[in-house]
């Protein structure tokens, strides 16, 4: 389970919580404008825009769950099971796999406008990277500051949907989202007016009961109306750090903490990492499950005219920073004061 946003005050801003039982061997990777770019049925792309994500890489090839390129368009793939639908053969001009798919666009479009006339003549084909790595059922979100859409792969082809909310998860397909979201047209960020009965003496007793039913469970229909009813009533001052705050802020509010949902076989599904990149500079900010110091990569400090990929391992072990002395210097204090008791 996953979920994106969008997010505009100033700069654009584009992210997700990635949900998921396991790693995928994640890290940061940028892919310069030289990298080759290889496609099962597609011609090499040799140069192309650059873009930084996060991705497995797998035979020096960049699987990215998420990127955005150095023009500001940004695409991500969440999953979408028992939905998506790969044909092995299709019949559109462009044939493209689901792991090919966000580089594909991303190194040759700067607009969701100039993807959405690619994917009309695309099918996403059920080729997998090897034998042993089966692909993955995914549908897309792609934005830039302008606009955003949902591309999703389904039996009868491959539907393309705007976007106006600027929120994505998961299941049911995006038109169950849109009408979903109706049924909440009563919520509010302000204190509530009396609608229950005309000359009724009654006020709110507490704040922030203008939004009382708004979902907070796991599924991917309550994550995307609490994404969405935080996205649209945030409130944050027009500078970087506020904003990257903010937007962990909104992505905290519909991320998994271990033990709250069980898979089928018992496993886990934590939010492996929650993203942020700023789309106008190229800065992708992350913080990981058990990693809450929130890092960043640049992806314009780097040499975007080479011709290798450049990535970052994720730290994952949690960082304390104690005030007033060095923890862990002091920890056999704290050892000795713990048996003292």
Not at 28 to 37: A, C, D, E, H, K
Request: aromatic share 12%; proline share 7%; with cysteine.
């Amino acid at each position: 389970m996953c979920t994106c946003i969008t997010y505009e005050n100033g700069d654009f801003y584009f992210g997700r919580n990635l949900d998921l039982e396991y790693s995928f061997g994640e890290r940061v990777v940028i892919t310069p404008r030289n990298f080759p770019l290889t496609f099962k049925r597609m011609e090499q792309m040799s140069h192309h825009y650059g873009m930084i994500g996060m991705a497995a890489v797998m035979e020096e090839y960049p699987m990215y769950a998420e990127a955005v390129n150095e023009k500001g368009l940004c695409m991500a793939g969440l999953n979408f099971p028992g939905n998506a639908f790969y044909p092995v053969a299709g019949k559109k001009k462009y044939q493209v796999t689901p792991y090919e798919v966000i580089p594909w666009l991303l190194g040759q479009c700067s607009s969701v406008r100039e993807a959405v006339g690619y994917l009309k003549e695309t099918d996403l084909t059920g080729i997998p990277f090897a034998p042993e790595v089966p692909l993955a059922p995914l549908h897309f979100m792609l934005a830039d500051r302008k606009e955003a859409g949902a591309a999703e792969p389904v039996e009868e082809g491959l539907k393309l949907y705007e976007n106006p909310f600027g929120v994505l998860t998961n299941n049911p397909p995006f038109p169950f989202h849109l009408m979903n979201l109706r049924q909440y047209l009563n919520l509010t960020a302000q204190a509530p007016e009396n609608r229950f009965g005309e000359g009724l003496d009654m006020e709110p007793f507490g704040q922030g009961m203008g939004a009382i039913g708004l979902p907070g469970d796991a599924s991917p229909a309550s994550r995307f109306v609490r994404a969405a009813f935080l996205r649209w009533n945030s409130r944050a001052p027009r500078e970087e750090r506020a904003n990257v705050s903010q937007f962990f802020h909104i992505l905290d509010s519909v991320s998994m903490v271990r033990g709250m949902v069980l898979t089928e076989e018992g496993r886990e599904d934590v939010t492996t990492y929650s993203c942020c990149v700023n789309a106008c500079t190229g800065v992708y900010y992350f913080k990981t499950y058990d990693n809450h110091r929130i890092q960043a990569v640049d992806m314009r400090r780097e040499d975007l005219d080479g011709s290798g990929l450049i990535s970052y391992e994720l730290p994952l072990e949690e960082d304390i920073r104690l005030l007033n002395r060095d923890f862990w210097t002091d920890r056999p204090i704290c050892d000795k004061i713990r048996r003292q008791r």
